[in-house]
């Protein structure tokens, strides 16, 4: 499953058609202040301690290498030959209310890349926004799209979705608490982000990818001048990548260019049930444009979704 998500509803708000992120690059990576969690009330780290405690249990299930499922799409001679369905998952936020909110669910056909199936549904916030712990905040909704196909739409039940992923909000809150890290490294270890990608398919079961715009700032990683010319020279053409490695040594995910006409990469990661050249592999196989066609597709129709329902209770 490739997968999308804002945690707030600044960059993707009703009003933008194209897909493409309204926020400025400064605002995007200007992440929470310092010491935001020390602002939590009560009740609310009362809930950040018990979803830690899940996080951690949910992590011992997660997968980051090919599972069956993965190798079961290989073919002969072509990759991906058996695989058929595939799903982008995104939720859009309503700017004028902030817990407002449009969960979508878009299943496309591979090779082909064209929507056959949408499920969506107008959601409120039932939990606040907890650095760290964006995934308690929208999963279920999504988890709820996954089975509203499953019973009614069997035959359009994905083989794999995908998140277009927002390092933000975890990323700072990480680079505050020292002891945690983001990363995308194997469950043995504590240094280990554990996003709405790994999150949703760990408890659907399903392989899953993220998918960002913009690298964010941790572990050492820096969209710097030394980040800047390692785009220009390592990725000159479509299907070139090269691995972001933390100072921590590890690997959390990799630059891709997936357009001819696009400079700018995609920042990929390992979600569940694959790994991480497998992932690039199938993004740079679903994109038509810069961002690869199911989360594309989630992110438009969802905003679409939630414009129309704006002019319908005007």
Request: glycine share 8%.
């Amino acid at each position: 499953m490739f997968m999308a998500s804002k945690h707030h509803p600044g960059p993707q708000t009703v009003g933008s058609e194209d897909g493409e992120d309204r926020g400025s690059e400064a605002e995007s990576e200007g992440g929470e202040e310092e010491g935001e969690d020390k602002r939590l009330s009560p009740d609310e780290c009362a809930k950040r301690r018990k979803w830690e405690r899940e996080q951690e249990e949910l992590k011992e299930r997660l997968e980051v290498e090919d599972g069956e499922e993965v190798a079961s799409w290989e073919g002969d001679t072509l990759p991906f030959a058996r695989l058929t369905t595939i799903a982008g998952v995104d939720i859009s936020f309503d700017k004028a209310h902030p817990d407002h909110a449009c969960a979508m669910l878009t299943v496309l056909t591979y090779p082909e890349l064209k929507v056959v199936h949408e499920s969506r549904a107008v959601v409120e916030m039932r939990e606040p926004y907890i650095p760290g712990f964006l995934a308690f905040r929208e999963v279920d909704f999504l988890l709820e799209r996954l089975r509203e196909v499953q019973r009614q739409h069997p035959q359009h039940y994905p083989q794999m979705i995908s998140w277009k992923e927002c390092l933000k909000g975890e990323a700072k809150f990480c680079a505050q608490e020292k002891e945690r890290v983001c990363s995308r490294c194997p469950p043995t270890s504590r240094r280990q982000r554990f996003g709405l990608a790994s999150h949703l398919g760990v408890l659907a079961d399903i392989p899953s990818i993220g998918v960002g715009k913009k690298l964010y700032h941790v572990d050492g990683l820096e969209k710097g001048p030394d980040h800047k010319q390692r785009i220009q020279t390592q990725l000159r053409k479509r299907g070139d990548y090269f691995h972001l490695i933390g100072d921590s040594g590890m690997i959390w995910g990799a630059a891709v260019r997936t357009s001819a006409e696009a400079t700018n990469p995609v920042y990929v990661s390992v979600g569940h049930k694959i790994s991480l050249d497998t992932a690039v592999g199938l993004v740079l196989a679903c994109s038509l444009k810069r961002v690869p066609e199911p989360v594309r597709q989630a992110d438009l129709l969802s905003r679409k979704y939630l414009r129309k329902e704006k002019r319908t209770h005007k």
